[in-house]
C-alpha cells in the first residue's frame, strides 16, 4: 500500500520555468513532510521540509504548499536552472518515529 | 559534515551467494536505515536500527537481514543472493534529537549498485 502518492513520474521544463511536483497522503498521522534531492551517482539529500501547522515555507527558490484538508503537499521550484535537474522525493513520518515514508520521486530535467 | 560510507559502489554477484552490504556513519548517530531504490519504485525501507544491536523491519525485509554490532556500523546481508535483488542499496543515519517531532533529518550514502547474475 503506497501511503505517499507523488506525481508526475517524471517532468522536462525550459530554464526559467516553475516545475511543480505533488504529493498527497491518506494517513492523518502524518506531521512532518520532508523534500529530498538526488543527483545522479549520489545518495538523497534533504532539501526543505513543512510541519503541518503552516501552509507554506520557502527556502531560496524551493517553495513548499501544504494543503491540510486535501492532504496534499507540492514542491514549487521558482525560475528554474539546468543545475536543479536531479529526481525529486517527497516524504511523510509520523510524531514518534525516525522513519520516513517516501514517494516513488519525480525526475526532473530543465533545459537550458 | 556528516559522512555516511559504504564499502563500495559496485558489486557483482552470482546467484545464491552470501552477500554483505557495509555502511558506516561518523556522526554518532543512533538510527541507521537500509533502503533499495528502483526506477519507479522509489526509496523502500528494507531495515532500520535505532540502536546497537535493535533492529526493525521496514516495508521489504524477505531476503535480507541485518547486523549492528558498533553504533557507527550497519551491516546488510543478502542470505543468498537472487536476481530479483538487483538494484541500487541505500544506507542513511539520522540522530534522534527529538523523537517527540520526528523531524529528524536522514543523511545518505552514495549508494551500493548490486548486479545478481
Known amino acids: 500500500q503506497q501511503q505517499v502518492k507523488q506525481s508526475p513520474q517524471s517532468l522536462i521544463v525550459q530554464k526559467g520555468g516553475i516545475p511543480i511536483i505533488n504529493c498527497a497522503y491518506e494517513?492523518?498521522?502524518?506531521?512532518?513532510f520532508p523534500w529530498y534531492q538526488q543527483f545522479p551517482g549520489k545518495g538523497p539529500a534533504l532539501l526543505i521540509a513543512?510541519?503541518?501547522?503552516?501552509s507554506e515555507k520557502k527556502e531560496g527558490r524551493f517553495t513548499i504548499s501544504f494543503n491540510k484538508s486535501a492532504k496534499q503537499f507540492s514542491l514549487h521550484i521558482m525560475d528554474s536552472q539546468p543545475g536543479d535537474s536531479a529526481t525529486y522525493f517527497c516524504a511523510a513520518s509520523i510524531r514518534g518515529y525516525s522513519t520516513l515514508t517516501f514517494g516513488k520521486g519525480t525526475m526532473l530535467l530543465v533545459s537550458p | 559534515d556528516v559522512k555516511v560510507t559504504q564499502s563500495s559502489r559496485y558489486l557483482v554477484k552470482r546467484t545464491g551467494e552470501k552477500v554483505f552490504l557495509e555502511c558506516v556513519q561518523d556522526m554518532d548517530h543512533e538510527n541507521m536505515f537500509w533502503y533499495r531504490q528502483d526506477p519507479g519504485l522509489g526509496l523502500r525501507l528494507i531495515y532500520f536500527?535505532?540502536?546497537?544491536?535493535?533492529?526493525e523491519k521496514g516495508d521489504i525485509p524477505e531476503g535480507y537481514s541485518v547486523s549492528r554490532e558498533k553504533k557507527e556500523r550497519f551491516s546488510l546481508i543478502l542470505e543468498s543472493a537472487s536476481t530479483n535483488q538487483t538494484s541500487m542499496y541505500l544506507c542513511a543515519s539520522s540522530f534522534s534529537r527529538d523523537r517527540a517531532t520526528s523531524t529528524d533529518t536522514q543523511y545518505f550514502g552514495p549508494g551500493t549498485r548490486l548486479t545478481v547474475l
Open positions: 513543512i510541519r503541518p501547522d503552516v
Open positions: 494517513n492523518t498521522a502524518f506531521d512532518y
Open positions: 536500527s535505532y540502536d546497537v544491536k535493535m533492529k
